[in-house]
Nanobody
Framework: QVQLVESGGGLVQAGGSLRLSCAASGIIRSINAMGWYLQAPGKQRELVARTRSGGSTIYADTVKGRFTISRDNAKNTVYLQMNSLKPEDTAVYYC??????????????WGQGTQVTVSS
């Protein structure tokens, strides 16, 4: 059983910062990619940022220059540093990881989501 546990969401004023964390636990053989997605009310879930095991990263155009994704492979943890937050960043943020479990195949896992609210 693999779990992704997120933390770090909350309420912040526009221009402020938050740091999200997501730790994967379980009988993990390898983690190929980890990332963050957001889902605003009434909208589809969309990519924010993603990092692969080799270190490459991709960002949504809306967050480039403001958000930074990083990863601690030893801790199976991914972070999202969010700076210069805007009200339109308000959403539930979900952690996602592409994980190979010992004795099983690779598949996607999702965290429970953490609310980020940016007030104007």
């Amino acid at each position: 059983q693999v779990q992704l546990v997120e933390s770090g969401g909350g309420l912040v004023q526009a221009g402020g910062s938050l740091r999200l964390s997501c730790a994967a636990s379980g009988i993990i053989r390898s983690i190929n990619a980890m990332g963050w997605y957001l889902q605003a009310p009434g909208k589809q879930r969309e990519l924010v940022a993603r990092t692969r095991s080799g270190g490459s990263t991709i960002y949504a155009d809306t967050v480039k220059g403001r958000f930074t994704i990083s990863r601690d492979n030893a801790k199976n943890t991914v972070y999202l540093q969010m700076n210069s937050l805007k009200p339109e960043d308000t959403a539930v943020y979900y952690c996602n990881a592409d994980i190979t479990v010992l004795g099983s195949r690779t598949r996607d896992y999702w965290g429970q989501g953490t609310q980020v609210t940016v007030s104007s």
